[in-house]
RNA sequence: GGGAGCUUAGCUCAGUUGGGAGAGCAACUGCCCUACAAGCAGUGGGUCACAGGUUCGAGCCCUGUAGCUCCCACCA
């Protein structure tokens, strides 16, 4: 092995070999338990981020994790078309080359279109694999696959026949600059300063004025009438009578409606049914025409007059001025509202009514509400279970078809001779009516997320009862971040619930956004993100993958720095070091399973150390407490195995006694082979790669077993006597920095102890790593001679001759300040014990373990207290 | 308007069934003791936002307050 930890010498080599050995293939196995991970699939819109990155490494994890302990583990990778904001790139793409989509027309943009992914499905693929994810490649889907495709149709023609999917005109919210319509879910709001305008609308005698105000006064020409609060005494007289919309002079009647809200403004509000969706509520109450005066591209149409044509805000410009001119408008006051705008190109939306294609929710939201209170899903954090009720409980028909030319087309054709109105798995070239042969599909196209909603099933061949379905469904975790819940995780349990008849997943793991150092989003705009390629060509994906994976609780957004990742590679240039040392240190050993030894207390400390890691990491896992299993393990590693045993095994390694280096040496493997396995789902390659090179170990680790927790391994008794030696070395090497000896200076120990036999059988290490020369057993300070330290443990008192360093002043101070530590111990435990409330009601093992604190405490107080009076 | 989260060491954050406050980084001291200076040993540093409450016992549970962040709805 290399003596500096250089990943890039292996990770790439290791997942070739991972991948052309079939390790990440998940065919059905009967005599397994299934455990399936569906891959939120990446945008193909162009390349991994860190968010991702944190994603695919926690679904990572846990896939090997299971995989490991025996699951059939499926994690199954694809890419999303992303239907707009692919869309949105392309025409941007074709922009720079004098094109549009207008000029290459619908053919030639799709052509584009999957040339453009080609190129971002195969990047992102290679970045995947950069990562070192280990899903299954031989079920790469893409979310327009044939099989995506026939999904899709035959989820449409169900609902369509259901009824459940309806076309109807209906007020949507519209991006001029997509020219499409888009989900209530796609609307970002952002605050803005706009204005007020108040306009007066004339009765038709022209005697009285009702005052509206308006945010957006361009809609006046869609106005079709005035509402009033019914109960309002200031305008009751005036509902039935018309007033007359200014500029374009035409009559339109006041109405009482409860939407007028008395408090608010002049209690007067213009209705523009086409244009608004509570306008378009009022108008339906009362009838009102709906009146559109906007065209797709947000310019003014006809019905606005001189002003069509028009761009709304240059509409709006030049009304309001004309309308100051007539005497109408009677004030513009500031006014923060908020704004909707389109999510992927930012565009200011408009509400416009337009015939749509819907899906009714309601029928489907309760079943999907009622899978996760019923426990049939769960999220971790449970917290975002609310999110996803108050968001399902109030949500209003999915509008799903999109003005774009890039996804799934609406299976439905009309006929121009009959009208018919035809929805079909297949193509139609004939109508099934008249017989006409002049049909045309319907030109839209469906919202990505209806193929997204329908991915836990529609990967596994729904919908043909196919094999992998009936083992791979439902799934059993879902990872993904919080801010797709409704996009996307709500749309797959209904979509589950209503076509499989079974919920998608089990869990959904939320994770949080990855920040940048300043807790900023990582966005384009800002130029602040990370490229994960770069962090792993500079550190390795391993360094990566812990970065972002420790100290990381569910749900919870983390920062991204170079400094975390920078502390995490040095913990892989640890466990490569380590890794290096036990090969070199057991090549002419004799390795034997532990059991045939006799351990020494060492051995039998650190093998219960490492049940505890065992025991810990699992309990993590499987409560997806990934940050905690992390930080486990990089204790357990570096401080128990590195700092302790290690440098405990070292003297015996070298020591005379062959039997004794070679039960070392198996301890040595035994460990590091365990811990290597429970490290191995979150850094696979480093694991890997050190493995290998253990002698006896055969091909790659991650095809073992996960180690499992063993009891009769946990020496609960041997371990803790064990840590008072280990009080020994640290009490040693502390006397020795607070009097600045030097750590190489030797010096003799002089104990009084009851546990002769447990130091005396770890002397050598003590010599070592205290710097001794010697130990003498004494039966009081006056042996250990003069200008000793006292160092006062519980499993005895260590003198430590200093000759001409030892200040006795000093060494008085120290001492008291000791005692005054241990003396505010004992206060503490006689209070709790004192404590009749405590004594009665707190845990019997408590109590007895508080109890043997204080006898320890007393001691410890005794033994000081002599030891001052001794100077 | 409704809801959620956060507030713990100088910084970034863990702390999940309530039982003596932790890590990384930074700081300070001393070390090349041949696995690792991407290292080793040691040290300092916290009224766990604030105020109440429940409890024998609260960083953790309840109520309220403040500051920050986010989500949803929306005022025409």
């Given at each position: 092995?290399?003596?500096?930890?250089?990943?890039?010498?292996?990770?790439?080599?290791?997942?070739?070999?991972?991948?052309?050995?079939?390790?990440?293939?998940?065919v059905?196995?009967d005599?397994?338990?299934?455990?399936?991970?569906?891959?939120p699939?990446?945008?193909?819109?162009?390349?991994?981020?860190?968010?991702?990155?944190?994603?695919?490494?926690?679904?990572?994890?846990?896939?090997?994790?299971?995989?490991?302990q025996?699951?059939?583990?499926?994690?199954?990778?694809?890419?999303?078309?992303?239907?707009?904001?692919?869309?949105?790139?392309?025409?941007?793409?074709?922009?720079?080359?004098g094109?549009?989509?207008e000029?290459?027309?619908?053919?030639?943009?799709?052509?584009?279109?999957?040339?453009?992914?080609?190129k971002?499905?195969?990047?992102?693929?290679?970045?995947?694999?950069?990562l070192?994810?280990?899903?299954?490649?031989?079920?790469?889907?893409?979310?327009?696959?044939?099989?995506?495709?026939k999904?899709?149709?035959?989820?449409?023609?169900?609902?369509?026949?259901?009824?459940?999917?309806?076309?109807?005109?209906r007020?949507?919210?519209?991006?001029?600059?997509?020219?499409?319509?888009?989900?209530?879910?796609?609307?970002?709001?952002?605050?803005?300063?706009?204005?007020?305008?108040?306009?007066?609308?004339?009765?038709?005698?022209g005697?009285?004025?009702?005052?509206?105000?308006?945010?957006?006064?361009?809609?006046?020409?869609?106005?079709?009438?005035?509402?009033?609060?019914?109960?309002?005494?200031?305008?009751?007289?005036?509902?039935?009578?018309?007033?007359?919309?200014?500029?374009?002079?035409?009559?339109?009647?006041?109405?009482?409606?409860?939407?007028?809200?008395?408090?608010?403004?002049?209690?007067?509000?213009?209705i523009?049914?086409?244009?608004?969706?509570?306008?378009?509520?009022?108008?339906?109450?009362?009838?009102?025409?709906?009146v559109?005066?906007?065209?797709?591209?947000?310019?003014?149409?006809?019905?606005?007059?001189?002003?069509?044509?028009?761009d709304?805000?240059?509409?709006?410009?030049?009304?309001?001025e004309?309308?100051?001119?007539?005497?109408n408008?009677?004030?513009?006051e500031?006014?923060?509202?908020?704004?909707?705008?389109?999510?992927?190109?930012?565009?200011?939306?408009?509400?416009?009514?337009?015939?749509?294609?819907?899906?009714?929710?309601?029928?489907?939201?309760?079943?999907?509400?009622?899978?996760?209170?019923?426990k049939?899903?769960?999220?971790?954090?449970?917290?975002?279970?609310?999110?996803?009720y108050?968001?399902?409980?109030?949500?209003?028909?999915?509008?799903?078809?999109?003005?774009?030319?890039?996804?799934?087309?609406?299976?439905?054709?009309?006929?121009?001779?009959?009208?018919?109105?035809i929805?079909s798995?297949?193509?139609?070239?004939?109508?099934?009516?008249?017989?006409?042969?002049n049909?045309?599909?319907?030109?839209?196209?469906?919202?990505?997320w209806?193929?997204?909603?329908?991915?836990?099933?529609?990967?596994?061949?729904?919908?043909?009862?196919?094999?992998?379905?009936?083992?791979?469904?439902?799934?059993?975790?879902?990872?993904?971040?919080?801010?797709?819940?409704?996009?996307?995780v709500?749309?797959?349990?209904?979509?589950?619930?209503?076509?499989?008849?079974?919920?998608?997943?089990?869990?959904?793991?939320?994770?949080?956004?990855?920040?940048?150092?300043?807790?900023?989003?990582?966005?384009?705009?800002?130029?602040?993100?990370?490229?994960?390629?770069?962090?792993?060509?500079?550190?390795?994906?391993d360094?990566?993958?812990?970065?972002?994976?420790?100290?990381?609780?569910?749900?919870?957004?983390?920062r991204?720095?170079?400094?975390?990742v920078?502390?995490?590679?040095?913990?892989?240039?640890k466990?490569?070091?380590?890794?290096?040392?036990?090969?070199?240190?057991?090549?002419?050993?004799n390795?034997?399973?532990?059991?045939?030894f006799?351990?020494?207390?060492?051995?039998?400390?650190?093998?219960?150390?490492?049940?505890?890691?065992?025991?810990?990491?699992?309990?993590?896992?499987?409560?997806?407490?990934?940050?905690?299993?992390?930080q486990?393990?990089?204790?357990?590693?570096?401080?128990?195995?590195?700092?302790?045993?290690?440098?405990?095994?070292?003297?015996?390694?070298?020591?005379?006694?062959?039997?004794?280096?070679?039960?070392?040496?198996?301890?040595?493997?035994?460990?590091?082979?365990?811990?290597?396995?429970?490290?191995?789902?979150?850094?696979?390659?480093?694991?890997?790669?050190i493995?290998?090179?253990?002698?006896?170990?055969?091909?790659?680790?991650?095809?073992k077993?996960?180690?499992?927790?063993?009891?009769?391994?946990?020496?609960?008794?041997?371990?803790?006597?064990?840590?008072?030696?280990?009080?020994?070395?640290?009490?040693?090497?502390?006397?020795?920095?607070?009097?600045?000896?030097?750590?190489?200076?030797?010096v003799?120990?002089?104990?009084?102890?009851?546990?002769?036999?447990?130091?005396?059988?770890?002397?050598?290490?003590?010599?070592?790593?205290?710097?001794?020369?010697?130990?003498?057993?004494?039966?009081?300070?006056?042996?250990?001679?003069?200008?000793?330290?006292?160092?006062?443990?519980?499993?005895?008192?260590?003198?430590?001759?200093?000759g001409e360093?030892?200040?006795?002043?000093?060494?008085?101070?120290?001492?008291?300040?000791?005692?005054?530590?241990?003396?505010?111990?004992i206060?503490?435990?006689?209070?709790?014990?004192?404590?009749?409330?405590?004594?009665?009601?707190a845990?019997?093992?408590?109590?007895?373990d508080?109890?043997a604190?204080?006898?320890?405490?007393?001691?410890?107080?005794?033994?000081?207290?002599?030891?001052?009076?001794?100077?």
């Amino acid at each position: 092995m290399e003596k500096t930890y250089n990943p890039s010498d292996f990770e790439d080599r290791l997942y070739k070999e991972w991948e052309e050995k079939g390790c990440f293939k998940a065919v059905r196995d009967d005599d397994k338990v299934p455990f399936t991970v569906m891959m939120p699939p990446p945008n193909i819109t162009g390349q991994l981020h860190m968010g991702h990155a944190m994603d695919e490494t926690m679904q990572d994890a846990v896939t090997r994790f299971k995989r490991m302990q025996g699951y059939c583990a499926l994690w199954l990778p694809g890419t999303d078309h992303a239907s707009i904001a692919t869309e949105v790139k392309i025409v941007e793409q074709m922009k720079k080359e004098g094109l549009s989509k207008e000029s290459v027309g619908r053919e030639g943009f799709l052509k584009r279109a999957w040339e453009w992914k080609e190129k971002y499905a195969g990047r992102i693929v290679e970045q995947l694999k950069k990562l070192g994810s280990s899903c299954d490649w031989s079920r790469l889907t893409f979310t327009m696959d044939d099989k995506c495709s026939k999904a899709v149709r035959e989820v449409f023609v169900n609902l369509y026949n259901k009824k459940l999917i309806y076309r109807g005109n209906r007020i949507i919210n519209w991006c001029p600059e997509c020219k499409t319509a888009l989900s209530d879910a796609e609307v970002d709001y952002a605050e803005e300063n706009g204005f007020f305008w108040h306009i007066k609308y004339y009765t038709e005698d022209g005697k009285e004025a009702l005052e509206v105000a308006t945010t957006r006064p361009e809609t006046m020409f869609g106005d079709t009438a005035v509402a009033v609060n019914p109960s309002d005494k200031r305008y009751k007289h005036l509902i039935g009578k018309n007033v007359v919309l200014p500029v374009v002079n035409k009559p339109i009647p006041v109405v009482g409606d409860e939407h007028a809200d008395m408090e608010f403004g002049t209690g007067c509000v213009k209705i523009t049914p086409a244009h608004d969706p509570n306008d378009f509520e009022v108008g339906l109450r009362h009838n009102l025409p709906v009146v559109r005066v906007m065209n797709d591209d947000g310019t003014m149409n006809e019905l606005a007059g001189k002003y069509a044509g028009m761009d709304r805000y240059e509409c709006r410009k030049a009304l309001t001025e004309d309308l100051k001119a007539l005497g109408n408008l009677v004030g513009t006051e500031p006014h923060v509202h908020n704004v909707g705008h389109c999510y992927r190109c930012s565009a200011t939306v408009e509400p416009i009514v337009s015939r749509q294609w819907f899906v009714k929710m309601e029928g489907l939201a309760r079943p999907a509400i009622n899978a996760v209170i019923d426990k049939k899903i769960t999220f971790v954090p449970e917290r975002f279970a609310k999110i996803y009720y108050n968001w399902m409980e109030n949500v209003k028909d999915w509008c799903i078809s999109r003005q774009l030319w890039w996804g799934h087309r609406i299976p439905v054709w009309y006929c121009a001779d009959c009208g018919a109105e035809i929805c079909s798995k297949t193509d139609v070239s004939e109508c099934t009516r008249c017989g006409s042969r002049n049909l045309s599909q319907d030109e839209d196209v469906l919202d990505t997320w209806f193929s997204s909603a329908l991915w836990p099933f529609s990967t596994l061949g729904f919908p043909d009862d196919t094999s992998d379905l009936e083992y791979f469904y439902p799934g059993d975790v879902l990872v993904t971040g919080y801010d797709i819940i409704f996009f996307w995780v709500a749309r797959m349990i209904f979509s589950g619930l209503e076509h499989m008849r079974k919920v998608p997943f089990r869990d959904v793991l939320i994770h949080g956004l990855v920040r940048d150092e300043k807790g900023r989003k990582m966005s384009k705009s800002l130029g602040n993100g990370v490229d994960p390629l770069e962090v792993i060509s500079k550190y390795g994906a391993d360094s990566l993958r812990f970065s972002l994976l420790q100290g990381v609780a569910p749900g919870n957004d983390t920062r991204y720095s170079d400094a975390k990742v920078e502390s995490c590679r040095n913990f892989m240039n640890k466990i490569w070091n380590s890794g290096r040392f036990v090969i070199m240190s057991v090549a002419d050993r004799n390795i034997k399973p532990v059991s045939e030894f006799r351990l020494s207390s060492a051995d039998k400390w650190i093998i219960a150390r490492l049940q505890s890691a065992i025991r810990d990491v699992t309990l993590a896992m499987n409560k997806f407490e990934l940050g905690i299993a992390c930080q486990t393990m990089y204790d357990f590693m570096w401080s128990d195995f590195c700092d302790w045993y290690i440098e405990l095994v070292k003297p015996v390694l070298k020591g005379e006694d062959a039997v004794a280096a070679d039960r070392a040496a198996s301890v040595l493997v035994f460990v590091l082979e365990n811990a290597l396995k429970l490290l191995h789902p979150f850094i696979p390659f480093i694991t890997d790669e050190i493995y290998r090179n253990i002698p006896g170990t055969e091909g790659t680790i991650m095809t073992k077993e996960f180690p499992r927790y063993n009891s009769r391994h946990a020496y609960k008794k041997d371990a803790q006597a064990f840590e008072g030696v280990m009080d020994i070395i640290k009490a040693v090497r502390a006397a020795k920095t607070e009097l600045n000896c030097p750590p190489s200076r030797k010096v003799s120990l002089y104990i009084v102890t009851e546990n002769k036999r447990l130091i005396s059988a770890n002397c050598d290490s003590i010599l070592k790593l205290a710097g001794a020369k010697e130990i003498n057993y004494v039966q009081s300070a006056a042996d250990a001679g003069e200008n000793a330290v006292a160092k006062v443990l519980s499993s005895g008192t260590v003198y430590i001759p200093m000759g001409e360093l030892v200040d006795i002043e000093k060494e008085k101070a120290r001492l008291e300040g000791e005692l005054e530590k241990v003396m505010d111990e004992i206060r503490r435990a006689d209070g709790k014990l004192n404590n009749q409330g405590f004594i009665a009601k707190a845990p019997k093992k408590l109590v007895d373990d508080e109890r043997a604190k204080l006898n320890k405490y007393i001691e410890l107080r005794e033994k000081i207290l002599a030891q001052l009076k001794s100077l």
